[in-house]
């Protein structure tokens, strides 16, 4: 408890310092968090027949994040992940992978995402 009290007084006396010391007051920006690993922005897929597989569905999962998606039979968990690969493209709405909407991606480079983002189907 004491070593931490200790700790945190130095860290104030450390800013009030640099503060003395730097010749312009104005705030430093922060460093900008890095771009979600996967990132779904009001995703809407759509199959043929008109049956829903995903509805409006919003998303990030950041680097080192460790997240479950649960949820009833039909509730569209398969058609996530085949939109992380490109086998099912949305209708409206993005799926960015490391901040890169993968809708830009040319044909010819979708076997490169896949080999980055690995999937295991449940068959
Ligand atoms: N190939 C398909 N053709 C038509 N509808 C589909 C197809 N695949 C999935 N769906 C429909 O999309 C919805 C979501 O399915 P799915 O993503 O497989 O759900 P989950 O994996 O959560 O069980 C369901 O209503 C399902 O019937
Ligand atoms: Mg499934």
Known sequence: ???RTRARQKTRA???RSDETRSDATPQP???RPAPIVELRGTTVIYPGGHIG???ASLDVHR???TFLVGPTGCG???FIKTL???VEPAEGQVL???RDIATLSPKRIPYLRRRVGTVFQD
Do not use: V
């Open 14 to 16: 450390d800013e009030t």
């Open 54 to 56: 995903l509805e409006r």
């Open 64 to 66: 080192g994040e460790f």
């Open 77 to 79: 968990k398969s058609t």
């Open 1 to 3: 408890m004491a070593t």
């Open 30 to 32: 922060r460093p900008e």
């Open 97 to 99: 992978i490391a901040g």
């Open 85 to 87: 690969i490109r086998e």
